[in-house]
């Protein structure tokens, strides 16, 4: 089990510049979750789909952020264009069922200058 | 609306020492799980523990266990003889079951340090 699977580690941008952020959920895990983490904020999250429909985008801060979950391995979450307030760590977590933990992916820190 | 609060922004114990790390929520739906996660200054999200609001006995797992106390809500995690590696933030969340696979909403988490 190689666990959920982000990338890139770390994004370094200018502001304007579109970002995406990838994440291979756990084979066999039917939920993915998108988080955010920040000093001032703390874990939020962004969206969550349930096999592959997106169900709640409430987090999702305004139109300038899209998640897309095209098959159930796989998932996007983007920017366009970034500003620096953007800047964060972005964590991707799978869910087998509703009584199991949420298995995080190791995130990707962005910095957008 | 569910809510987590943890009122220790940090915390100090002694090395072999045990520490409580508190949790309070607040939620709506008869049904929902409790979890504990440690944050180590690498930044992944590790899972310690699960209760869910059905369980009868308190949670354990090795040196973890959960205080549940359903009449006050709160979910305390208990860690016995304190390592250095224990040094951490810990974050308590909950998810809310009735409505199926639902998200976890977190608490502002407890950064724990563990002094030698």
């Known amino acids: 089990d190689a666990g959920v699977i982000q990338s890139p580690r770390h994004e370094v941008t200018e502001m304007g510049q579109e970002v995406t952020l990838r994440c291979k959920p756990i084979?066999?895990?039917?939920?993915l979750f998108w988080y955010r983490q920040t000093m001032m904020r703390g874990l939020e999250l962004l969206i969550y789909?349930?096999?592959?429909?997106?169900?709640?985008d409430s987090g999702m801060p305004e139109d300038r952020f899209s998640a897309k979950m095209p098959n159930a391995s796989f998932s996007t979450l983007k920017i366009q264009p970034s500003e620096p307030r953007d800047s964060a760590v972005y964590f991707c977590?799978?869910?087998?069922?509703?009584?199991?933990?949420?298995?995080f992916g190791n995130g990707t820190r962005l910095t957008v200058t | 609306a569910q809510k987590i609060t943890q009122t220790q922004p940090g915390m100090f114990v002694q090395e072999k020492e045990a520490v409580t790390l508190d949790c309070t929520y607040d939620?709506?739906?008869?049904?929902?799980?409790l979890f504990w996660y440690k944050q180590p200054s690498s930044g992944e999200m590790i899972f310690l523990i699960y209760q869910g609001s059905y369980d009868e006995q308190n949670a354990t797992e090795g040196r973890y266990s959960l205080n549940f106390q359903k009449a006050r809500k709160s979910a305390n995690l208990v860690i016995s003889a304190s390592q250095l590696g224990d040094s951490a933030m810990y974050f308590c969340a909950m998810r809310e079951l009735s409505s199926g696979n639902t998200p976890l909403v977190f608490g502002k988490g407890t950064r724990l340090s563990v002094i030698a």
């Open positions: 789909f349930n096999n592959n429909v997106p169900i709640d």
């Open positions: 939620t709506s739906d008869q049904s929902y799980g």
């Open positions: 084979s066999g895990h039917n939920s």
């Open positions: 977590a799978s869910s087998p069922g509703a009584y199991t933990p949420l298995h």
